[in-house]
């Protein structure tokens, strides 16, 4: 086994290519065994939706993406961890409740904190929107 | 026993702050040294930055570029090292090990589509605005 001292990764189209089929394989593996990125592709979904509907300005259009992609990407590394805990310690073990819980923990306090955006971003217009068709 | 020493070690004071800067800094290096993609993530800023002062962003643009920024290459440091820590635990193949690996992948990609859209959002009603 080499150390990973003694590689020097040099610049390379190669393996740089090789990262998105890394990024693709994780992906699927993700989509397939975890019941919580089809709950966000669900949120994602919806709150297109409502950008489209409501009309927002390009800023709140990249603010709102910035935040699916965050939830998103977040929860991609707590697949991560997770995995990695299950790799070093399959069975049950404090510390190992302290990564998992630590890490569903992060992406619990972003998708709450995402919510709360969006519920001040929209929340007016939708009302008024919903208000205007009565 | 090993509570206790975990204890000892996670005690607060000056001293441990001072050097997580140093560690930080030693991960940075490390991620520089060793990870491709942190050269082009620098490159990609310096884009950003250029096209930031051209394009002549206003103050809660800059403040949402400063964040796409900082989330990419965050995150491409989180890769590392979830990457050093399954060589650590498992230095052969194995299927959870490549699981760990891929889905940390993933996320930088994400992320990375992610500000580019945002990107996108940002620059491009400007562009259009300049044609």
């Known amino acids: 086994m080499e150390l990973r001292e003694n590689k020097r990764h040099k610049v390379s189209l190669k393996g740089y290519i090789k990262g998105f089929s890394y990024a693709k394989d994780g992906l699927k593996s993700a989509y397939k065994n975890e019941q919580s990125m089809t709950l966000h592709f669900f949120t994602t979904i919806i709150i297109i939706t409502l950008c489209i509907i409501l009309k927002a300005t390009p800023i709140e259009w ?17 697949t991560a961890l997770e995995a990695v805990i299950d790799l070093i310690c399959p069975k049950i073990h404090p510390l190992a409740k302290v990564g998992k819980d630590t890490a569903s923990g992060a992406v619990g306090l972003l998708s709450c904190l995402a919510f709360l955006f969006w519920v001040i971003l929209f929340g007016p217009r939708l009302a008024m929107l919903i208000m205007s068709l009565f | 026993m090993n509570e206790e020493k975990r204890k000892e070690q996670k005690k607060r004071g000056i001293k441990r702050f001072i050097n997580s800067f140093h560690y930080s800094w030693d991960g940075i290096k490390y991620a520089f040294k060793y990870e491709q993609s942190m050269f082009i993530h620098v490159l990609v800023t310096l884009l950003v930055i250029i096209c930031g002062i051209i394009f002549k962003l206003n103050f809660h643009e800059w403040l949402l570029c400063i964040v796409l920024i900082g989330l990419v290459i965050a995150t491409e440091l989180i890769n590392t090292a979830i990457e050093a820590v399954v060589d650590l635990a498992c230095p052969e193949i194995h299927p959870l090990a490549k699981t760990a690996k891929d889905t940390a992948a993933a996320a930088v990609f994400v992320f990375a589509i992610t500000a580019f859209l945002c990107g996108l959002f940002l620059f491009v009603p400007k562009m259009i605005a300049l044609f």
């Open chain 1, 62 to 78: 990249a603010v709102s993406i910035l935040l699916l992609g965050l939830i998103a990407g977040m929860e991609l590394i707590n």
